[in-house]
C-alpha cells in the first residue's frame, strides 16, 4: 500500500520548486531602469492619461507628487520593500481633483510596459462600469487578474436574484484577497467610509493585500467655465 503513495513525494518536490520560481520571479526587478528613465516614461504615460482623458492640463511633478512617483519607481523595481510592498496592489486616496486618477493609470500602463506581469496586463475599469459588468457577468472574470479600479466607492449597489441589495465590489474584492489578485486603483473614501462601504471585515482583508498611498495636493483640474456671475 505504501508504494501506490511514493508517486506523491516527486509531485510536490515538483510543485514547491515552481512555486519558488515563481516567488523569485515576484520578487526580482521585472526590467532595470534607472530612476531617470522611469521618470522619463512615467510622464510620457501621464500626458498620454490626459489626452485619453481630452484634457488639457499639463502633466507636472511637483511636490506633492514627487513622493508617489519615487514610491512608484521602488515597486517596480521591487526594491526598498520597507517602504512598499510589491507583492500587494496600490491604491491612491486623497482630495478630489489631486491627480489620484492620472498617477494611477500612469503607473500601470508603465508596469504593462515593464511586462510587471510577464504577458499578462493591468486592466483599467471605472468602478461604476465594472459594477455593471458584475451585474451581466458575475465576478469570476475579474476575479484573478491585475485591475486598477478607477473611483472606488462611487459604484453602486445592486440587487441579486435573492432581491437583496449588495455592494458588486464588496464581493470582488473579498474573492480577489483569497486569490492574491494585484488590485490597483483610486478613490476619494477615507479608512472609515471604505469600511462602511465594503464592511469592515472586506476592508481588513483589502489592506492585507494593497498598499493604500495618500496623495498630498489640492484640485489640479482646470476652470474652463466662462461668463459665470460672480
Do not use: W
Not at 507628487?65 to 515597486?75: A, H, Q, T
Not at 496586463?121 to 459594477?131: M, P, R
Not at 464581493?171 to 480577489?176: E, Q
Amino acid at each position: 500500500m505504501y508504494k501506490d503513495f511514493q508517486h506523491i513525494n516527486p509531485v510536490i518536490e515538483a510543485a514547491l520548486a515552481q512555486l519558488e520560481r515563481q516567488m523569485k520571479q515576484l520578487q526580482s526587478p521585472s526590467q532595470q531602469m534607472s530612476a531617470e528613465d522611469f521618470e522619463a516614461l512615467f510622464k510620457i504615460r501621464a500626458r498620454q492619461t490626459l489626452l485619453d482623458h481630452k484634457s488639457k492640463s499639463k502633466f507636472v511633478i511637483d511636490e506633492f507628487n514627487r513622493p508617489l512617483v519615487d514610491i512608484f519607481y521602488s515597486y517596480a523595481m521591487r526594491t526598498n520593500q520597507d517602504k512598499i510592498n510589491s507583492l500587494a496592489g496600490i491604491v491612491l486616496n486623497g482630495a478630489y481633483g489631486c491627480g489620484k486618477s492620472v498617477m494611477i493609470s500612469a503607473f500601470c500602463r508603465v508596469l504593462n510596459d515593464l511586462k510587471f506581469f510577464g504577458k499578462e496586463e493591468v486592466t483599467e475599469i471605472h468602478a461604476v462600469e465594472l459594477a455593471d459588468q458584475i451585474r451581466l457577468n458575475g465576478i469570476i472574470p475579474f476575479s484573478k487578474k491585475p485591475l486598477c479600479i478607477q473611483d472606488m466607492g462611487k459604484e453602486p449597489n445592486i440587487v441579486n436574484a435573492f432581491g437583496t441589495v449588495v455592494n458588486p465590489l464588496s464581493n470582488l474584492l473579498a474573492i480577489r484577497a483569497e486569490y492574491g489578485a494585484f488590485t490597483y486603483g483610486s478613490t476619494n473614501m477615507t479608512p472609515e467610509m471604505l469600511e462602511e462601504q465594503y464592511h469592515e471585515f472586506i476592508a481588513k482583508r483589502f489592506d492585507e493585500h494593497v498598499n493604500r498611498v495618500f496623495l498630498a495636493g489640492t484640485s489640479r483640474r482646470p476652470n474652463y467655465s466662462r461668463n459665470q456671475p460672480t
